[in-house]
């Protein structure tokens, strides 16, 4: 997941990555530092990117 992050978010930096650890307050507060952002913007992003991460694609039966 970590590639996934850095890709979406190139601002962050693998100090960062490792720092936020899979914890959605510290990847809030780093892309509020990073970008900017408000906390709800960072959070609207987030969880956007979150969901992208979690579809599952269906299965095609014959």
Do not use: C, F
């Amino acid at each position: 997941m970590k590639g996934s992050v850095r890709q979406q978010w190139g601002r962050l930096t693998d100090d960062d990555v490792e720092m936020i650890g899979g914890a959605k307050d510290r990847l809030l507060g780093r892309l509020q530092e990073r970008y900017g952002w408000s906390r709800e913007e960072a959070e609207r992003n987030a969880d956007e990117w979150y969901r992208t991460q979690h579809e599952v694609e269906p299965t095609h039966t014959r």
